[in-house]
């Protein structure tokens, strides 16, 4: 499958080298190409980088790892006409310092702005829940733990089940509707609280039942 991963985070950068480990044909999709290889966290890297632009045409699945507050500018270039849309972003707002607010909430979610602004594209919520590198090495934890979908379309939830399971993904949770992205982004601010009581951003949790 080829997967486009939209950012260049330390997210990003995570979930491109995670899925080619585990066999997809990856692209990342970075508004400049040549000034993001020259990033010191980029030097070496053979993947793929491209303008957002180019990044959706071939792609079957198209993540967004961009920055909650840039996600809808940065989609806005992509092509997600038919594309299961797997949004990892959060809507998180550090200009106040930290710990950060929530730009959208309660009410609505990021993962559903983003579907309003491309109904051509089916948005599942997923993997927003825990850093990158717990995101493609869910057993890099002591114990396993719990990972969420949520998503409207049943094809494109069943899709993205299909990557978690591949990822090392064992204790998934769906949901069947979109909206519950409003809980699961809400999740961070307390787990951001709970990196810095911690002291490591590598945990999670799990659903006990």
């Known amino acids: 499958m080829r997967i486009a991963v939209i950012g260049t985070g330390s997210a990003g950068r995570a979930l491109a080298d995670g899925f080619r480990r585990i066999g997809h044909d990856v692209v990342v999709g970075t508004r400049d190409p040549e000034a993001t290889a020259q990033r010191e966290e980029w030097a070496g890297s053979d993947l793929t980088l491209v303008t957002f632009g180019e990044a959706g045409t071939d792609a079957d ?25 797997v949004d990892v972003s959060n809507p998180l707002d550090f200009s106040a310092g930290f710990p950060p607010t929530l730009t959208v909430k309660d009410t609505d979610s990021l993962a559903e702005q983003i579907q309003r602004a491309h109904p051509e594209a089916r948005v599942v919520k997923s993997l927003n829940t825990v850093n990158g590198a717990v995101m493609v090495d869910p057993a890099r934890l002591a114990e396993a733990t719990t990972i969420f979908i949520a998503g409207d379309d049943p094809l494109a939830r069943e899709a993205v089940r299909e990557l978690l399971v591949e990822l090392g993904w064992v204790d998934i949770v769906e949901f069947p509707t979109l909206d519950a992205a409003r809980g699961l982004e809400m999740w961070l601010p307390l787990w951001v609280r709970l990196m810095a009581n911690l ?4 945990f999670n949790l799990r659903l006990v039942r």
Request: charged share 20%.
């Open 61 to 85: 699945l198209v993540v967004n790892a961009t920055g909650g507050l840039v996600s809808l500018d940065a989609l806005a270039e992509v092509d997600l006409e038919g594309k299961v849309l």
């Open 199 to 202: 002291g490591t951003a590598d």
